[in-house]
């Protein structure tokens, strides 16, 4: 039998490190650089929330390389990145996320530049992670702040990923494999170490696909805004265009793009594998549910209690401790009174998901389940939506705790409040920018 965990919530929050360590961004991309078939590049473009530990370790291998990095605010700058800055070796440009901002235009029209500068023969390493489709923005037939208005109605709508980066890809002169297509244009060849974010670990999605030959259309750009009721008149007009044959869709995979090297060095999987070893570790048997579970974080909460109930009816807390890890990322559908109308409180997908589970919990317990459950719902990238939390722990006396502090969960799920609620309760993970983005972790743990 294990001893008993003297403190589970920070066995959460060591789980959740222990599992960010284990799949450093740097070290992913050093350990495959190191590799056989690599060699110097004549450029290195970086560009998502973990641009920075990406580019560290390319010049840790081939420290005279050129570079231009696009990265979020607040990310970390090394040592050795720094030098190289002062030293004129490279450019780095920090820009928002999610929505793009000019400073992303700059940089993003900047590495084309450098790109189109590239001699036949040349070697263009890219190193992409998530956020890189907000940060790495060249609007194409709109301007940026219809971009921008649009991104935000897309978000707020509840658009998946998918939906989101196939609009962006037919409004861009650098997503949809537009960027590898000005490499090749020049003669370089291009390799791209990608980590993921998105479920399913599809290159054409991370990031918007820059280097990855795009099967998306026009017409599928459309078919989105029709989908979520949204008119933007510029956009629709451009896209059009696009399906009319007017303008240049994106490119379908050819010869030319046997010259371009795609792979994908880190996804969800992985993160979960490290936080289910580090729990295992602990004398906690840790069981992965998968790493696609993706829809409303409301709807996930209701789909975790469910296990939750199943596992409690069935005895398995006899086993305990044990821990139920889950990945894939949830979305939040404010609605139309939040898009247009009002603005929503603060949070996240992650601590959406937590709000709403601690109310699935409460009904359980009202079932006459005595749970002695905890739990963490957090984002790899250590930000989770407007929120300055990556994510929420949960605990047995959550409710409880809440209640004697006049916190009301459900009017806050209301509101889309739920950083709000787990500042005040406490409960909220504050971590920064972790330079890492893997999608999400989610552990329940049954004591």
């Known amino acids: 039998m294990s001893a008993p965990i003297a403190n589970p919530r920070a066995l959460l929050d060591a789980t959740y490190r222990a599992a960010l360590r284990a799949t450093d961004a740097g070290a992913l991309v050093r350990a495959r650089l190191l590799q056989p078939g690599f060699k110097a590049p004549s450029l290195v473009a970086a560009f998502g929330k973990a641009s920075l530990p990406m580019l560290d370790a390319a010049l840790s291998v081939y420290p005279n390389s050129r570079f231009l990095a696009l990265a979020p605010d607040g990310l970390e700058v090394s040592p050795a990145v720094q030098a190289a800055l002062d030293q004129g070796q490279g450019e780095l440009h920090l820009a928002r996320h999610p929505v793009p901002d000019e400073r992303g235009v700059r940089g993003a029209t900047r590495l084309l530049e450098l790109v189109n500068g590239l001699q036949a023969g040349a070697d263009l390493l890219v190193l992409g992670s998530g956020g890189g489709s907000a940060l790495l923005c060249a609007p194409w037939g709109v301007t940026l702040g219809q971009k921008q208005a649009l991104t935000r109605d897309l978000l707020a709508s509840g ?10 890809k037919h409004l861009s002169h650098v997503k949809g494999g537009r960027l590898a297509q000005a490499a090749l244009g020049r003669g370089a060849s291009v390799t791209a170490l990608l980590l993921s974010d998105v479920i399913g670990d599809d290159p054409s999605v991370i ?4 280097t990855v030959p795009d099967a998306s259309t026009f017409s599928d750009a459309l ?23 007017e303008l240049p869709d994106t490119p379908n ?28 570790s602990q004398g906690v048997r840790a069981i992965i549910l998968g790493d696609a579970f993706g829809g409303e974080a409301r709807d996930l909460a209701a789909t975790h209690a469910a296990i939750i109930r199943s596992v409690y009816t069935s005895g398995t807390p006899a086993l305990a401790p044990v ?31 937590a709000l709403a589970f601690l109310m699935e919990m409460g009904l359980l317990e009202s079932e006459g389940l ?20 990556a994510g929420a722990f949960l605990m047995p006396d959550s409710l409880v705790r809440a209640r004697a502090r006049g916190l009301d969960p459900a009017a806050a799920l209301h509101r889309h409040d739920s950083g709000t609620f787990f500042a005040a309760l406490g409960d909220a993970l504050i971590t920064g920018p972790t330079g890492q983005n893997l999608n999400d972790l989610r552990v329940l743990l049954a004591l």
């Not at 990031?207 to 820059?210: M, Q």
């Not at 793009?257 to 729990?279: D, M």
């Not at 821990?323 to 959406?352: H, K, M, W, Y």
Request: proline share 5%.
């Open 159 to 168: 658009a998946s990923i998918h939906d989101l980066n196939t609009v962006r």
């Open 207 to 210: 990031a918007s696909g820059p």
């Open 223 to 245: 078919a989105v805004l029709g989908r979520f009721g949204l008119g933007h008149p510029a956009a629709r007009a451009h896209l059009q265009r696009g399906r009319a044959g």
């Open 253 to 280: 995979p050819g010869p030319a793009f046997a010259r371009v090297h795609t792979e994908v060095i880190g996804s969800n999987r992985l993160l979960l594998n490290a936080a289910a070893a580090h729990l295992d």
């Open 323 to 353: 821990a139920l890890i889950s990945g894939g990322e949830a979305t939040v559908t404010l609605g139309p009174a939040f898009v247009f109308d009002a603005a929503p409180g603060i949070g996240g997908r992650n601590q959406e998901f």
């Open 370 to 389: 005595n749970l002695n459950l905890w739990g963490l719902s957090a984002g790899s990238d250590g930000i989770d939506g407007t929120s300055a939390a």
